[in-house]
C-alpha cells in the first residue's frame, strides 16, 4: 500500500529524517510514536505529500508519489489521503456539514451528492443532528467528529491523523481511539497516526518508534 525508501529531510543542518524505510499494509492501523522532536509530524507531513524530502521515494502501490508535479499532486492528494489534525481546522464561516463538504466539492462533485455523502457519515458518526450548527456552537468531541467526516468525504485509501485526541478529554479520546477501528472496520481503510497517546498506540496494528529522525523500531 505504502512503501517509504531511503527518505530524508533537513531544515538547514538540523537532519529531521534518517533514511527512513518502512511499509504500511491497505486496512492497517498504524501508531508512529517517539519523543517531541523525533520527526514524527514531519514524516507524516511526507506520507501526506504536504512537503518533499530532500531524497528518497514514497510509493502508494506503484505510484512514486515524489515525482508527481504541483498539479498532479494535489489532485492525487485530494482523491486518496484524508488529513485529521489535532485542532479541528474547521472554517468557523461555514456550518458543520459545509465544511465537511468542501473536500468533494474541491474534487469536482455537486453540492447535492457531496451532502449525500456527508450526510451519510455523519449518521454513521452520530453527529447528524449538529449538521447545521456552526464549529463554535460544537463540544470539542463533536468538532473532532466532523473533522474525521471531512478527512473521509472522498473515501480515501489513506487516512493521517497528527495527534487527533491531543485536544480532547479521556471519555472523547477513547471514543475517537474506537472510532478509527470501526472506520477501518467498515471502509478498510488504513490509518497512520502521530500519538503521544500510550492507550491508542497500544490499540494499533502496529508501533513505528522514531529517535533522533530514524526508525529504531
Same mark, same amino acid.
Given at each position: 500500500?505504502? !512503501?517509504?525508501? /531511503?527518505?530524508?529531510?533537513?531544515?538547514?543542518?538540523?537532519?529531521?529524517?534518517?533514511?527512513?524505510?518502512?511499509?504500511?499494509? =491497505? &486496512?492497517?492501523?498504524?501508531?508512529?510514536?517517539?519523543?517531541?522532536?523525533?520527526?514524527?509530524?514531519?514524516?507524516?507531513?511526507?506520507?501526506?505529500?504536504?512537503?518533499?524530502?530532500?531524497?528518497?521515494?514514497?510509493? #502508494?502501490?506503484?505510484?512514486?508519489?515524489? &515525482?508527481?508535479?504541483?498539479?498532479?499532486?494535489?489532485?492525487? !492528494?485530494? =482523491?486518496?489521503?484524508? *488529513? $485529521?489534525?489535532? *485542532?479541528?481546522?474547521?472554517?468557523?464561516?461555514?456550518?458543520?456539514?459545509?465544511?465537511?463538504?468542501?473536500?468533494?466539492?474541491? &474534487?469536482? !462533485?455537486?453540492?447535492?451528492?457531496?451532502?449525500?455523502?456527508?450526510?451519510?457519515?455523519? @449518521?454513521?458518526?452520530? $453527529?447528524?443532528?449538529? +449538521?447545521?450548527? @456552526?464549529? +463554535?456552537?460544537?463540544? &470539542?468531541?463533536? =468538532?473532532? /467528529?466532523?473533522?474525521?467526516?471531512?478527512?473521509?468525504?472522498?473515501?480515501?485509501?489513506?487516512?493521517?491523523?497528527?495527534?487527533?485526541?491531543?485536544?480532547?478529554?479521556?471519555?472523547?479520546?477513547?471514543?475517537?481511539?474506537?472510532?478509527? *477501528? =470501526?472506520?477501518?472496520?467498515? #471502509?478498510?481503510?488504513?490509518?497512520?497516526?502521530?500519538?503521544?497517546?500510550?492507550?491508542? +498506540?497500544?490499540?494499533?496494528? !502496529?508501533?513505528?518508534?522514531?529517535?533522533?529522525?530514524?526508525? $529504531?523500531?
Amino acid at each position: 500500500m505504502i !512503501r517509504v525508501e /531511503r527518505l530524508n529531510k533537513s531544515y538547514g543542518t538540523l537532519h529531521v529524517l534518517r533514511d527512513i524505510n518502512l511499509t504500511i499494509q =491497505q &486496512g492497517e492501523i498504524v501508531s508512529i510514536v517517539g519523543a517531541s522532536g523525533a520527526g514524527k509530524t514531519t514524516l507524516l507531513q511526507m506520507l501526506g505529500t504536504l512537503d518533499k524530502p530532500d531524497s528518497g521515494h514514497i510509493y #502508494y502501490n506503484d505510484t512514486d508519489v515524489i &515525482g508527481l508535479d504541483e498539479k498532479a499532486l494535489s489532485r492525487f !492528494r485530494n =482523491q486518496n489521503v484524508g *488529513f $485529521v489534525f489535532q *485542532f479541528h481546522n474547521l472554517l468557523p464561516e461555514f456550518t458543520a456539514l459545509e465544511n465537511v463538504c468542501l473536500p468533494a466539492l474541491i &474534487g469536482g !462533485r455537486s453540492m447535492a451528492e457531496a451532502t449525500d455523502e456527508a450526510m451519510q457519515l455523519l @449518521k454513521f458518526l452520530n $453527529v447528524a443532528d449538529r +449538521a447545521s450548527h @456552526k464549529p +463554535a456552537q460544537l463540544s &470539542g468531541g463533536e =468538532q473532532q /467528529r466532523f473533522a474525521v467526516a471531512r478527512a473521509l468525504i472522498n473515501r480515501p485509501a489513506v487516512v493521517l491523523a497528527d495527534e487527533p485526541s491531543g485536544n480532547l478529554d479521556t471519555k472523547h479520546a477513547e471514543e475517537l481511539h474506537d472510532l478509527f *477501528f =470501526q472506520l477501518r472496520d467498515r #471502509y478498510r481503510q488504513t490509518f497512520v497516526i502521530v500519538t503521544h497517546n500510550t492507550a491508542l +498506540a497500544q490499540k494499533s496494528d !502496529r508501533q513505528i518508534t522514531l529517535r533522533d529522525g530514524a526508525v $529504531v523500531s
